[in-house]
T-cell receptor, first 112, second 113 residues
Framework: DTGVSQDPRHKITKRGQNVTFRCDPI?????LYWYRQTLGQGPEFLTY????????KSRLLSDRFSAERPKGSFSTLEIQRTEQGDSAMYLC??????????FGPGTRLTVL | TQLLEQSPQFLSIQEGENLTVYCNSS?????LQWYRQEPGEGPVLLVT?????EVKKLKRLTFQFGDARKDSSLHITAAQPGDTGLYLC?????????????FGQGTTLQVKP
């Protein structure tokens, strides 16, 4: 399977806990994106990597959020001290150096 | 701020009917993409339109990009229950150095057998 994969698919956590999500992009894609989608809405951009460099972050990405792509391959998104408002679907997408992005299945986060 | 407005937000039709979904903006986009998303899954790319006035067909789906590259439409002919899902348009605002996508809020389509 050469698609984008994300792990875990579902995460339930208690408020105040830290969570980390992983994304494995399509292998030849150098661009990687994180989006957040709440129920009934379209995805909203969070951050973007080109290879290992994080080149853009949305204002939605508060100080509690951090993303890395240490070797320009897989990426992690960590949320510290989770809040109920963080409950959402976190989507990862990858692309070659033009605009067609291919999405993973997402990680559904529920903060209790 | 470049916004994409989709209409309608919800559509419930009978199998065999035709429908059109609209995606409008006051801003120009380098390209527009249409995705289909099923519950609990990520969006799946259907098509990318790049040139103003472009028309692309994918079986019973016809996509059009407006001449001014500010709007797009998706037309489905003879809808089937398998077409049920959330349809999203997304645009790459110029300059598209990052490829960051702006999404519409989506159109939820339900096709009843």
């Amino acid at each position: 399977d050469t698609g984008v994969s994300q792990d875990p698919r579902h995460k339930i956590t208690k408020r105040g806990q830290n969570v980390t999500f992983r994304c494995d992009p399509i292998s030849e894609h150098n661009r990687l994106y994180w989006y957040r989608q709440t129920l009934g809405q379209g995805p909203e951009f969070l951050t973007y990597f080109q290879n290992e460099a994080q080149l853009e972050k949305s204002r939605l990405l508060s100080d509690r959020f951090s993303a890395e792509r240490p070797k320009g391959s897989f990426s992690t998104l960590e949320i510290q001290r989770t809040e109920q408002g963080d409950s959402a679907m976190y989507l990862c997408a990858s692309s070659p150096p033009y605009n067609e992005q291919f999405f993973g299945p997402g990680t559904r986060l529920t903060v209790l | 701020t470049q916004l994409l407005e989709q209409s309608p937000q919800f559509l419930s039709i009978q199998e065999g009917e035709n429908l059109t979904v609209y995606c409008n903006s006051s801003s120009v986009f380098s390209s527009l993409q249409w995705y289909r998303q099923e519950p609990g899954e990520g969006p799946v790319l259907l098509v990318t339109v790049v040139t103003g006035g472009e028309v692309k067909k994918l079986k019973r789906l016809t996509f059009q990009f407006g001449d001014a590259r500010k709007d797009s439409s998706l037309h489905i002919t003879a809808a089937q229950p398998g077409d049920t899902g959330l349809y999203l348009c997304a645009g790459a605002p110029p300059p598209s150095n990052t490829g960051k996508l702006i999404f519409g809020q989506g159109t939820t389509l339900q096709v009843k057998p």
